[in-house]
């Protein structure tokens, strides 16, 4: 917090990559909490176990699309542990308010199968219909157990990203960084390029997004 651009690279980019690869090599001890279909029908007994029980923020990834590192499976739990570190140095959220978590749904990465230390289910990844079911349960329990909580959907699989903020956005508080947060500095870059030089008025640019959300793309639409 005192220095963010100097530590900043620390908590991401690109040694936050670095650090999922080798995940599993570098452990000592767990920095959230780990879901999978072997907690299905039991997801509210494992969320209450977590000390804090005011939790505002989940940040939750699948570890399926690390920083194009591809498949990380378990490993990707460095990602919403960065993260949320950064909710704290960046916007002062205090650290008991943040938890990362990750969902394990098993993967096909021949690397990590093989890896004596990987920390993930050594089985095939599962199919879109059994992801689904679990994460309507997590969805449903994280409402009944931290009711106040929004919940960081973060480095999922494409496919899933995209159909998981469909399907939660207008029932419960969500976010997904890959989609709204890609689209809103784009967004933001496009409005402050123009602004300075008045090529583009205001009232012409709010017109154009109105009339025009097949020119801007689906991460800018999702947003």
Same mark, same amino acid.
């Given at each position: @917090? =005192?220095?963010?651009p100097?530590?900043?690279?620390i908590l991401?980019?690109?040694?936050?990559?670095?650090?999922? /690869?080798k995940?599993g090599? &570098?452990?000592?001890?767990p920095?959230? !909490?780990?879901? /999978?279909?072997k907690?299905?029908g039991?997801? *509210?007994? !494992?969320? =209450?176990h977590?000390?804090?029980?005011d939790?505002?923020?989940?940040?939750?990834? /699948?570890?399926?699309?690390?920083?194009?590192?591809? *498949?990380?499976g378990?490993?990707? @739990?460095?990602?919403?542990?960065?993260?949320?570190?950064?909710y704290?140095?960046?916007?002062?959220?205090?650290?008991?308010?943040?938890?990362?978590? *990750? @969902?394990?749904?098993r993967?096909?990465?021949?690397?990590l199968?093989?890896?004596?230390?990987?920390l993930?289910l050594? #089985?095939a990844r599962v199919?879109t219909?059994?992801?689904?079911?679990?994460?309507d349960? +997590?969805?449903?329990?994280?409402?009944?157990?931290?009711?106040?909580?929004?919940?960081? +959907?973060?480095?999922?699989?494409?496919?899933?990203?995209e159909?998981?903020?469909?399907?939660?956005?207008?029932?419960? =508080?969500?976010?997904?960084?890959?989609i #709204?947060g890609?689209?809103g500095?784009a967004?933001?870059? &496009?409005?402050?390029a123009?602004?300075?030089?008045?090529? !583009?008025?205001? /009232?012409?640019?709010?017109r154009?997004?109105h009339?025009?959300?097949?020119?801007?793309?689906?991460?800018?639409?999702m947003?």
């Open positions: @917090m =005192s220095d963010p100097r530590f900043l690279p991401h980019d690109q040694t936050v990559g670095e650090v999922c /690869s995940f090599h &570098i452990f000592r001890r920095g959230g !909490v780990y879901l /999978s279909l907690h299905k039991r997801l *509210h007994e !494992v969320l =209450s977590w000390v804090e029980k939790v505002r923020v989940i940040c939750i990834t /699948s570890g399926e699309r690390i920083l194009g590192l591809g *498949h990380l378990a490993n990707g @739990m460095g990602i919403p542990i960065g993260k949320l570190q950064l704290t140095a960046c916007d002062t959220v205090p650290p008991q308010y943040p938890l990362p978590r *990750h @969902m394990d749904f993967t096909n990465n021949q690397e199968l093989t890896d004596p230390l990987y993930g050594r #089985q199919s219909a059994e992801r689904g079911e679990l994460v349960e +997590f969805v449903q329990t994280v409402q009944e157990v931290c009711p106040w909580c929004c919940i960081h +959907f973060e480095d999922w699989a494409g496919v899933d990203a159909r998981l903020l469909k399907r939660y956005r207008e029932k419960v =508080s969500c976010y997904d960084n890959d #709204q890609t689209a500095v967004l933001a870059g &496009i409005l402050n123009a602004r300075p030089t008045n090529l !583009v008025p205001w /009232s012409r640019i709010g154009y997004w009339c025009r959300p097949d020119c801007i793309g689906d991460d800018a639409r947003a």
